[in-house]
């Protein structure tokens, strides 16, 4: 818990001085994008093709890849560990809302294939209304709104 905040206030504190940081170790950033050059080599990229059923990688999870059901695919942009599940977490948990647009941004730029892709919506699962009301946001919303606005559909599932 101390060391999250001495974390937070060192990140706070290079913003001040330098306002374009990375997202997970706060180096300061020479060019653009959200992560330095070293916490980029540690995000697991995912493909474009993932398992219609489970959401894996088609080349690892073992299933067919045939349409089953209502849902004909999933989409991710990295396995969340590393550098992505820390920032997401400083983002979701922390109240770095920042965050939000940095990430949201540069998933955006990594997917760029989504805007050419054929599918009917980008569905952010809901959060529970008491979370909501305790985070204030909606951090898949957020992050599902910078992909294909026209495509953001947040009234299709319900918590």
């Keep these: 818990m101390l060391e999250n905040i001495r974390q937070n206030l060192r990140l706070a504190f290079l913003r001040l001085v330098s306002p374009r940081v990375c997202l997970n170790c706060g180096t300061r950033l020479k060019d653009e994008g959200c992560f330095c050059a070293f916490c980029q080599a540690g995000i697991g990229f995912l493909p474009q093709a993932l398992c219609r059923r489970c959401g894996a ?89 910078y992909l294909r606005p026209e495509k953001l559909r947040v009234d299709l599932l319900v918590r």
Excluded at 57 to 63: A, D, S, V, Y
């Design 57 to 145: 990688p088609e080349q690892i999870c073992g299933h067919a890849a045939k349409k089953s059901g209502l849902l004909d695919g999933v989409w991710a942009l990295a396995w969340h560990e590393g550098p992505i599940a820390a920032a997401l977490a400083k983002f979701k948990y922390d109240g770095a809302q920042g965050h939000g647009q940095a990430l949201g941004a540069y998933m955006a730029g990594k997917m760029e294939w989504i805007r050419q892709s054929e599918f009917d919506y980008i569905i952010p699962v809901p959060l529970h209304p008491r979370r909501l009301r305790k985070r204030g946001f909606n951090q898949a919303q957020i992050l599902a709104s």
